[in-house]
């Protein structure tokens, strides 16, 4: 099941789209679109394709909520782009799934650096890294993250501090449709 099938990439985009709209409007990712998402993803492959289809669901489940959990632990996301991302990777599989997390993750970086010069707080984002550096180099308990995402939210200057990361999903899930497609192994199955 390398391919994707033409049902699974209009759920996705579907999906993604409207999740982006409402992360960079709201900064808020709804469990009203990610969790169905999930389900859907889990219950429509394993009726198509059966068993191995289910399988091939909840690798890409695990996977998506894999590579985000440590991230949300640390209070560096929302939730909702946790639950979001084992939604694609229920409809998508653990492969693309993965090359979409790159694609983001990419994405993420080239917008931070973006809002950093706009925002002109380089000097304040070099303070952060060393703090973060120092907290991954000390590995305590006492240095964990105190400032969550949730409260960076209610910030009046919140655009300049906080990625929409649904939106940086939905990048990173039509950059890698395009990618498949070039390949032209997007609907094989």
């Known amino acids: 099941m390398d391919g994707v099938l033409p049902v699974p990439i209009s759920v996705v985009v579907l999906a993604v789209i409207v999740t982006a709209a ?3 409007w709201k900064f808020k990712v709804h469990n009203l679109l990610t969790l169905p998402l999930l389900a859907s993803g889990l219950i429509y492959h394993s009726i198509v394709p059966g068993a191995e289809g289910f399988a091939f669901s909840l ?6 909520f894999g590579l985000l959990i440590a991230l949300y632990l640390k209070g560096g996301m929302g939730a909702g782009d946790v639950k979001l991302m084992a939604g694609v990777g229920a409809w998508m599989g653990a492969g693309l799934t993965f ?17 950093i010069v706009l925002y002109g707080r380089t000097g304040e984002i070099w303070t952060h890294l060393k703090i973060a550096w120092y907290r991954i180099s000390a ?20 655009r300049g501090r906080i990625i929409p990361f649904a939106a940086m999903i939905a990048f990173g899930v039509l950059a890698t449709l395009a990618l ?3 390949r032209g192994n997007l609907f094989e199955p």
């Open 22 to 24: 409402t992360d960079v």
């Open 59 to 64: 690798r890409g489940a695990l996977c998506g």
């Open 99 to 115: 090359y979409v997390f790159i694609a983001s993750s990419l994405a993420a970086g080239v917008y931070a650096l973006l809002v």
């Open 139 to 158: 590995v305590g308990r006492h240095l964990g993250a105190e400032d969550r995402v949730e409260t960076e939210v209610t910030r009046q200057d919140r």
């Open 180 to 182: 498949q497609w070039y």
